[in-house]
């Protein structure tokens, strides 16, 4: 019988009708001959919320970058002649009110980009802007609101709620404000939540996935505010080749699950204008799984190398063979991030992943001999997980020391995790557990749901070990540290992390109120922000 996915099965349609095709070739002439920027277009800002989320020492850069999928649509708007601004406070000493503040004095139409722990910000964010602008439309698309729209639809004000994919989408609903035609038109437009003139809910039919990302424009970064730093924009980016993936882990949710490519000659394409315009000198690919099949693996690696910059990618252990990795060592890979989750056999079936031991051991060996580094990703407390299976992952990273992330399981809104948490009484309110996730700062201190009832002490022990076992990041050298910005465990034994293990946004104040949802408050750490000020949180 066939595999039926985990996810909403809307999320599994396929752009391939008439419109789609109309819009995929408009998005894509636009792209050769951008529409010049017209002052009687309705202004769009794209707002980007702040986040507390940290990444380990090297890695902060990524924090810092352009976001891929609010490049793409700021990209597809800007080409068909829409003013656009990214109001970009990730890292704003008051995102609320900046943004706040921005958006009135530059939008016609506000587009939110939602993520997983900025729930709090855009539900206070809806409500100032509604008050202070009832008739400003709002729209949101992006991953949070792709997982849970009956929570947006029901609990804020937005307009319009974009499902998985945004570009198409996103011509089609602006063309339909533009030309005065929201209440005639929204209805027919694929992919989309929408609350008509008396305040009614509507689901219109599923958008999908258009068939390949051939489309899609090369990213415009200049409409990043950070073009506008004395500094220039970081030579670090973010961007891929592919969406989806072909796995289906219980844990993990996709926004786009099925699985596209852009051609070789598109990505070499878009390399060099990145290389050239940007003077870019490393790519994080967020491909959700960069090796999945190894001929075509092999030849987005023979594009990559003929650019000359570093990278780093997420994959499988299951996808790196001998083979593969000597491309990749070629193609300029510093250090390749596999998902390992864990080591236990039982957690690793309840989870779907399609991995054992074995095969990251061999994927360990060959990234090695490779000359690529190694980068461990792992989750403390996936169901199924018990103290010896943590304990043996915990060993394995002690010896090991290439460990670059691990979590505890927090429940992504969308993922069978999430539906069973639910289910099971795990997660009483869904409302409650989206504002919680926006105080996950992906240090031992955070809060966790204990799905195997391991004592508190076998959990953050767990997770300070693989957290003790992280090796250094690619970029070392990084310039564009936010001004407001946190500083987490000082390690002075490791000359590496001597200032600071992880570093990130700030927890806004007003966000804390959430903590304390499913565990007992987590004790104090030490914490340095910004230049040698050193706080105490707890
Ligand atoms: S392999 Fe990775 S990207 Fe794919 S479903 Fe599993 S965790 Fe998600």
Redesign the pocket.
């Known amino acids: 019988m066939a595999y039926t996915p985990s996810l909403d099965p809307a999320l599994y349609a396929v752009a391939n009708g008439r419109t789609d095709q109309q819009l995929m070739d408009l998005m894509a002439q636009q792209a050769l001959s951008p529409i010049t920027t017209s002052s009687k277009l309705p202004r769009v800002a794209l707002v980007v919320g702040p986040s507390p989320f940290t990444m380990p020492r090297g890695w902060e850069f990524f924090l810092t970058s352009p976001y891929e999928g609010v490049s793409y649509i700021a990209t597809v708007l800007h080409n068909a002649g829409y003013p656009v601004k990214i109001i970009d406070v990730r890292y704003d000493k008051h995102p609320l009110e900046s943004a706040h503040r921005q958006i009135l004095e530059s939008c016609d139409v506000l587009g939110l980009a939602t993520y997983e722990d900025c729930y709090p910000f855009l539900e206070q964010l809806i409500r100032e802007v509604k008050h202070s602008r009832p008739r400003m439309p709002i729209i949101a698309g992006g991953s949070l609101i792709t997982s849970v729209p009956h929570v947006f639809m029901r609990e804020t004000q937005i307009d319009v709620a974009v499902i998985s994919e945004g570009e198409l989408t996103i011509l089609e609903v602006m063309e339909a404000f533009t030309q005065g035609q929201w209440a005639t038109r929204l209805p027919e437009i694929k992919g989309i939540w929408f609350r008509d003139g008396q305040g009614v809910v509507h689901q219109t039919p599923a958008r999908g996935q258009m068939p390949n990302l051939n489309s899609l424009p090369v990213m415009n970064l200049d409409l990043w505010p950070q073009s506008k730093d004395p500094r220039g924009l970081q030579k670090q980016i973010i961007a891929s080749y592919s969406r989806g ?5 219980s ?4 926004t786009t ?1 099925q699985e596209r490519v852009k051609s070789p000659e598109k990505l070499n394409a878009e390399l060099a204008v990145y290389k050239q315009k940007y003077g870019i000198d490393f790519v994080f690919f967020v491909d ?2 960069f090796t999945a099949h190894k001929p075509q693996t092999i030849e987005y690696l023979e594009v990559i190398k003929e650019h000359d910059v570093r990278w780093t990618c ?1 994959t ?1 252990n299951a996808d790196v063979d001998a083979e593969v990795a000597k491309h990749m060592g070629a193609a300029g890979c510093d250090i390749a991030l596999y ?1 390992v ?1 864990s080591l236990g056999k039982a957690a690793l079936k309840s989870a ?3 991995s054992t031991e074995n095969l990251v051991e061999k994927a360990m060996r060959a990234t090695w001999d490779a000359g690529v580094r190694y980068g461990g990703l792992t989750i403390v407390g996936l169901p199924d997980e018990n103290d010896g299976s943590l304990d043996h992952m915990c060993d394995w990273a002690e010896e090991n020391k290439h460990i670059t992330r691990v979590k505890y399981l927090s429940a992504m809104p969308g993922t069978t995790v999430y539906r069973d948490s639910l289910k099971s009484g795990a997660i009483k309110d869904e409302v409650q557990h989206l504002r919680w996730l926006a105080v996950e700062q992906a240090l031992e201190r955070d809060e966790y749901i204990n799905y195997n009832n391991l004592s508190d002490e076998k959990m953050r022990g767990s997770y300070k070990r693989l957290y003790d076992s992280y090796q250094e990041g690619p970029v070392m050298d990084f310039q564009h540290f936010p001004e407001h910005f946190a500083y987490y465990d000082p390690e002075p034994t490791t000359p590496w992390r001597a200032e600071f293990s992880s570093a990130g946004g700030v927890i806004d104040p007003g966000a804390v109120q959430y903590r304390g949802l499913y565990s007992s408050s987590p004790g104090v750490t030490l914490t340095r922000v910004n230049s040698g000020e050193f706080t105490v949180q707890v």
């Open positions: 993936c072909k796995m289906d882990c844990f993990c949710y996709r699950p959700l799984t997420l499988r998902g989750e779907r992943k399609g």
